[in-house]
């Protein structure tokens, strides 16, 4: 059997990295990928992103409840692998797994290592105020995200970008990367290079207290913190007991009373903060649709004056 690639993957993320490697005419032996979930109000099972393009592209899909069961390493194993390529997978790769391709198993990741390892890097990139961001690809081994680096791109984060806008402008540089570091390690031109560990940073995820903004912070961390858990798991706030998810917001040279809206423009509302105040651009109301700030002040959802409560 002529060795391919088993490709790992779950998320919209890894749905770029997987086109690119077709349009590179990638030998993909096997796609493996998360169980379907149920979802919805009728918990109906739904496939993951990577599944349904998978099966489109004429793929073998693969859903191990484990993927380091015996079980998952026989089926893996007897596409003989030349690399285990991962995106956004979402399940831990251990010793045994990591060992079944000759070429070892490679990762995309969404950050510059060692900066930024863990499962939120964008956001983390965001919150911190960083004006620049990229991807890399890294050998896998038995820690989070620490294994040796082959190649990485850099990007800027422009002022309003959302963690969602850069995740899917990575997403893209990083099937590029990916097609990249595959035909280097064959032609001897990409090496991996050891992490400096005592440069690493890492991102964690958002807990429900986090998500609450708290108007009485600056309008800089304010507009930070919206931009960085849009479009999930969103920061949240609370008008008239009404939770209104925030989803892009710009920081404003005014001042007013945290809380109260000052103004509303023809780009959506603002809030006072401690320092400053909050542009909001996005926003999606309780039980409807995202949608600009502009039309849900056109709609009567907010008005100066108004005054944001805690939700508690």
């Known amino acids: 059997?002529?060795?391919?690639?088993?490709?790992?993957?779950?998320?919209?993320?890894?749905?770029?990295?997987?086109?690119?490697?077709?349009?590179?005419?990638?030998?993909?032996?096997?796609?493996?990928?998360?169980?379907?979930?149920?979802?919805?109000?009728?918990?109906?099972?739904?496939?993951?992103?990577?599944?349904?393009?998978?099966?489109?592209?004429?793929?073998?899909?693969?859903?191990?409840?484990?993927?380091?069961?015996?079980?998952?390493?026989?089926?893996?194993?007897?596409?003989?692998?030349?690399?285990?390529?991962?995106?956004?997978?979402?399940?831990?790769?251990?010793?045994?797994?990591?060992?079944?391709?000759?070429?070892?198993?490679?990762?995309?990741?969404?950050?510059?290592?060692?900066?930024?390892?863990?499962?939120?890097?964008?956001?983390?990139?965001?919150?911190?105020?960083?004006?620049?961001?990229?991807?890399s690809t890294m050998l896998l081994d038995s820690g989070m995200d620490t294994g040796p680096v082959l190649l990485q791109e850099s990007m800027e984060i422009p002022p309003d970008a959302t963690a969602g806008d850069i995740s899917g402008e990575l997403s893209l540089l990083g099937g590029k990367l990916l097609v990249k570091t595959l035909a280097g390690l064959r032609d001897g031109s990409v090496t991996a290079t050891p992490q400096d560990h005592e440069k690493a940073t890492t991102s964690r995820l958002f807990d429900k207290e986090f998500q609450k903004v708290d108007w009485a912070d600056s309008a800089v961390r304010v507009a930070a913190k919206v931009n960085a858990l849009s479009p999930f798991p969103s920061a949240r706030a609370f008008l008239g007991g009404k939770l209104i998810k925030l989803l892009r917001a710009r920081p404003l040279d005014m001042s007013g009373a945290p809380g109260e809206v000052l103004d509303v423009s023809g780009e959506g509302f603002v809030v006072g903060c401690s320092e400053g105040a909050a542009l909001i651009l996005e926003v999606q109301p309780e039980g409807k649709r995202a949608m600009d700030a502009a039309s849900f002040v056109r709609g009567g959802g907010v008005k100066a004056g108004d005054r944001f409560d805690t939700g508690d």
């Not at 059997?1 to 993320?13: E, S």
């Not at 993909?28 to 998978?54: F, H, M, N, W």
């Not at 026989?74 to 990591?98: F, H, M, N, T, W």
């Open 1 to 135: 059997m002529a060795r391919g690639v088993v490709f790992l993957g779950t998320g919209m993320v890894a749905v770029a990295a997987l086109e690119a490697l077709c349009e590179a005419d990638e030998l993909i032996s096997l796609v493996v990928t998360q169980p379907d979930k149920p979802k919805g109000r009728g918990r109906k099972l739904s496939p993951p992103p990577v599944k349904e393009r998978a099966l489109e592209l004429g793929l073998p899909v693969y859903q191990p409840e484990n993927v380091n069961d015996p079980k998952a390493l026989e089926r893996i194993s007897s596409s003989a692998p030349e690399y285990l390529v991962v995106a956004d997978y979402g399940q831990l790769l251990k010793g045994p797994l990591l060992k079944l391709a000759p070429g070892g198993a490679i990762n995309v990741h969404p950050s510059l290592l060692p900066t930024g390892r863990g499962p939120a890097p964008v956001a983390w990139a965001i919150l911190s105020g960083d004006r620049e961001t990229g991807v």
